[in-house]
């Protein structure tokens, strides 16, 4: 199996609404951000699947040093030497990838967030950092594409905490910031145990609105002569945007309890209905 095959089979597995994106690009740009999301894909079930704290640190920091081989020219992993053409070719920041480890290392020391502050600081490392990346794959021209993208990754991350609340739970994970939950009359229990209720509903609705002014400000955002280079980040804000209001109008509440998806033929219509109108 070579590096390339390892990221594709990495990424069709998650599932994920990316992989219905990444279809419609040219070879060169669709196999760069696989390699991209399988790094991210690595290193979050890392964060998710390992239960022993000091092995999956050892194992992020392994990444880290992974990284800097990488940059030295020298991967090991087929996740890293699927990255070693795209990282010159479209001059991707190291930084950056180390910020999505230390994203995921914040799994691994927090199971709660106080505000949103905190919060804000996780989303950013996780998905604005994922964001940027990718708006360097796909190519602009304007520097404000990077502030879209910026925005763009947090609106999917708080869909994916909204979408993920009971799941989350289930794992002793509370990611909805605790001053809110307060502000809302809703405790931790009520999140742990799944209580639905009219207090969790109004505590959702807030969150779901504050995902949406994200969307409307990165697509305000996103420069006209950018908008076709950058029409993989539209379809995947059609999707995400979609199950967002899918889990509005079945009532917020229900993500204690279930786990609201599109079908696969949905996304691919919603992104081709993008990739066509764009």
Known sequence: ??????????????????????MFLPK???????????????????ADECTDFTIAQTKLNWWRTEIESLYEGKPQHPVSKALLNPIKTYQ?????????IDGMEMDLKFNRYEDFKQLQLY??????VVGLLTAQILGFSNRKTLKYAHDLGMAFQL???????????????????????????????????SRESDAV????????????????????????????????GLMMAAIYRTLLREIKVDGAQKVLN?????????????????????
């Not at 199996?1 to 992989?19: D, N, R």
């Not at 991707?92 to 999505?100: G, R, W």
């Open 258 to 278: 279930s786990r609201t998806s599109l079908g696969a033929l949905r996304k691919i219509l919603l992104a081709f209905n993008v990739w066509i109108k764009t």
């Open 159 to 193: 869909t994916n905490i909204i979408r993920d609340v009971g799941e989350d739970a289930r794992r002793n994970r509370i990611y909805l910031p605790l001053d809110e939950l307060a502000q809302f009359k809703v405790t931790e229990d009520d999140i742990l145990h």
């Open 1 to 22: 199996m070579t590096p390339q095959q390892y990221c594709e089979e990495k990424t069709a597995k998650s599932g994920s609404s990316f992989y219905y994106s990444f």
């Open 201 to 232: 509903k109004n505590l959702l609705d807030h969150q779901i609105e504050r995902a949406e002014t994200y969307y409307d400000r990165a697509l305000r955002e996103l420069p006209a002569e950018d908008r076709k280079n950058q029409r993989v």
């Open 28 to 46: 060169d740009r669709r196999e760069a951000i696989t390699a991209l999301y399988a790094f991210c894909r690595e290193v979050d079930d890392i």
């Open 92 to 100: 991707l920041d190291t930084e950056h990838f180390i910020e999505v």
């Open 123 to 128: 989303c950013y490392r996780v998905a604005s």
